[in-house]
T-cell receptor, first 115, second 112 residues
């Protein structure tokens, strides 16, 4: 059974700092890994999708990496801003779970960027 | 941009009522999903559908049913609402293949 863990559960940084969020998963048989952002009381916004054959994906100040063999992904946020404050979730689409249709989510990292 | 629209942001119902949550997507996606999100438990899959009239149980289907009569619409039905179904409900859709999943804004449902 796939399990996804995100550490730390919460993180507070000053504005302008570069930061890394971590995601680990137990089963490396995956199609892809997706990073989401969730603002309080809202739905999830897709940030980046990394296919199992890829090492990294970039979008603006965000860079996500994937090391499938070790079961790890990182989300790097450059020059953090107060508007980046949110909960960040990673989700893994496993080959052997739910007929390959299901995402398994981590419990998220709550990020606060302070002025 | 993909748009997944959930019919209500907030909903208050009474125990025993039959409750319908509606979700519509505008990108002709084959796959649609219903999740619930609870503090400390994260997101849990209730049901998903990979085609019209097709459905598969997720991790917590008990007390719920779904309907997909048209490709763009996926409905979640609480047959007889109970207080333990108070939660945030999230709908999502995805095109077949290694494509990203897109979510709606959620419906916060309270059962009194």
């Amino acid at each position: 059974k796939q399990e996804v863990t995100q550490i730390p559960a919460a993180l507070s940084v000053p504005e302008g700092e570069n930061l890394v969020l971590n995601c680990s998963f137990t089963d490396s048989a995956i199609y892809n890994l997706q990073w989401f952002r969730q603002d309080p009381g809202k739905g999830l916004t897709s940030l980046l999708l990394i296919q199992s054959s890829q090492r990294e994906q970039t979008s603006g100040r965000l860079n996500a990496s994937l090391d499938k063999s070790s079961g790890r992904s990182t989300l790097y946020i450059a020059a953090s801003q107060p508007g980046d404050s949110a909960t960040y979730l990673c989700a893994v689409r496993s080959i052997l779970t739910g007929g390959g249709n299901k995402l398994t989510f981590g419990t998220g990292t709550q990020l606060k960027v302070e002025l | 941009d993909v748009k997944v629209t959930q019919s209500s942001r907030y909903l208050v119902k009474r125990t025993g009522e039959k409750v319908f949550l509606e979700c519509v997507q505008d990108m002709d996606h084959e796959n649609m999903f219903w999740y619930r999100q609870d503090p400390g438990l994260g997101l849990r899959l209730i049901y998903f559908s990979y085609d019209v009239k097709m459905k598969e149980k997720g991790d917590i289907p008990e007390g719920y049913s779904v309907s997909r009569e048209k490709k763009e619409r996926f409905s979640l039905i609480l047959e007889s609402a109970s207080t333990n179904q108070t939660s945030m409900y999230l709908c999502a859709s995805r095109r077949t293949g290694n494509q990203p999943q897109h979510f709606g804004d959620g419906t916060r449902l309270s059962i009194l």
